[in-house]
């Protein structure tokens, strides 16, 4: 199995980090590939420019990373996604990714009727997405509104017809004990090393 980990966090020495190298470990531990795509290490643009746009629209990548990462993402069997939850919302290179990256005629097309969309990467058994954040789980469903769940699990591969889609939240980070973070990244390495 070939699994594509889309990492997003600036800062070397953080949680996200860490839990990068715990999912790499689960996934070893099952024998997976690896490949990583370092957004912040990449030089990857997030913006999306009027060529960009055009391109998206006659459905021809002319970004030479998106065109990298098209490639990458049409030989791997799982994608995890990995970042912090800034203001309610994923930060903008992940942003940028899903803008640029999940391209029709590439992730998905549209389906003869005009009627919603069907998946065309056909190899791809999960997506699962792995976030950090300050704000207590209760308040981030119910004040706002579940965003990352709203916005990345539904609104983006539900809709797209991507059926297996799995969200790891750790919430409070900063506030809870070291000994909280450590049991967090061994249950994230056990439950990576059962992905198959």
């Known amino acids: 199995m070939r699994t594509l980990i889309v990492f997003n966090h600036p800062y070397d020495g953080s949680y996200c980090n860490a839990i990068l190298q715990s999912v790499q470990k689960g996934l ?11 957004l912040d290490k990449d030089d990857f643009n997030p913006v999306m420019s009027s060529d960009d746009l055009l391109a998206f629209i006659n459905r021809e990548p002319v970004d030479p990373k998106v065109l990298e990462y098209k490639s990458r993402l049409e030989k791997s069997d799982h994608l995890v996604f990995i970042f912090p939850i800034w203001w309610e919302l994923m930060p903008a290179l992940t942003k940028g990714f899903i803008d640029k990256v999940l391209f029709p005629g590439l992730a998905y097309q549209y389906k003869e009727n005009g009627l919603g969309m069907k998946p065309l990467l056909h190899h791809l058994k999960s997506v699962s997405v792995v976030t950090t954040m300050n704000t207590p789980g209760i308040v981030y469903r119910f004040l706002f509104g579940n965003a990352i769940k709203k916005s990345l699990l539904r609104g983006t591969f539900w809709k797209m017809g991507y059926k297996n889609r799995k969200w790891i939240s750790l919430n409070m980070v900063k506030m809870v004990s070291e000994e909280k973070r450590k049991k967090w990244l061994v249950k994230i390495e ?6 198959n």
């Open 28 to 38: 070893r531990k099952a024998q997976h590939e690896i490949d990583l795509i370092h």
């Open 190 to 195: 056990s439950k990576f090393a059962k992905l």
